[in-house]
């Protein structure tokens, strides 16, 4: 139903970009409390925290459907601070999970502006401001224990051992969420400071033992989204200290 719904807002958002937009944003804001009861209003107690996930979804196949001319200026204004909003409000990690599937789905749009800004001979072309900040936010909502692995009581815990695998699965998607939206744009340059910082984190995902015993496979796919993230960063940051 959620992945259903965010898809029509996609297809609404071709038509009526704005209309949809505002309405995703108020999804975004999931259940609202005044003090410590919560609202009177109706409309508002639909509301509950997966709301936030139809509306990190909707607003990027809106991204991907409405029209190149206004794509900047809705990334500015309404995605990328949405998205941002919902990471730093929302503490249950499926629905960060379903912010970073929504930064995969940027990279189509993002690529196609590239291409449109070049072929209209837009000076440098196109520059994706809001990247870096985006990054910021994307690696401190992953919960890394940079510690040692959890003890063997903690392993034997059910809900120890579901929370690790949600989090292994945040730490997947993150990966590629920061692979498309290295690759996507080459401009601006990414910080070398930031650059450091993929790196480490890209380090310390493969490394952990937060999320403890994995099979192969899902390792391998660890292992490929920290790759591809290394890959999309080494051919967009030509500086990048090899040693680091």
Same mark, same amino acid.
């Given at each position: ?111 196609? *502006? ?85 790196? *480490?984190?890209?380090? *310390? ?25 290394? *890959? ?13």
């Amino acid at each position: 139903h959620r992945s259903g719904l965010a898809r029509a807002f996609g297809f609404i958002a071709a038509l009526h970009p704005d209309l949809a937009c505002e309405r995703l944003s108020l999804l975004a804001k999931g259940p609202e409390k005044v003090g410590f009861f919560q609202t009177r209003d109706k409309t508002k107690k639909e509301l509950s925290e997966y709301s936030r996930v139809i509306a990190a979804h909707g607003l990027c196949y809106a991204a991907r459907r409405m029209q190149q001319g206004i794509l900047s200026s809705r990334l500015d204004a309404v995605v990328l601070p949405t998205l941002t909003s919902i990471l730093q409000d929302c503490k249950l990690l499926d629905v960060r999970e379903a912010v970073m599937d929504g930064c995969v789905l940027l990279e189509a749009p993002l690529r196609k *502006q590239v291409a449109t800004t070049a072929q209209g001979g837009g000076g440098a072309g196109f520059s994706f401001k809001g990247r870096e900040a985006l990054l910021d936010v994307l690696l401190k909502s992953v919960p890394l224990d940079s510690s040692s692995s959890n003890s063997s009581k903690d392993k034997a815990s059910p809900a120890t051992s579901n929370a690790a695998k949600q989090l292994f699965s945040l730490t997947c998607r993150t990966l590629q969420a920061i692979a498309s939206l290295v690759s996507a744009v080459p401009l601006p340059l990414i910080s070398s400071g930031m650059s450091e910082r993929i790196v *480490q984190f890209t380090l *310390q995902a493969i490394t952990s033992r937060s999320w403890g015993d994995v099979d192969a496979a899902a390792e391998s796919a660890l292992r490929a989204a920290g790759g591809a993230a290394l *890959q999309a960063l080494l051919h967009h940051q030509p500086k990048l200290d090899l040693d680091t």
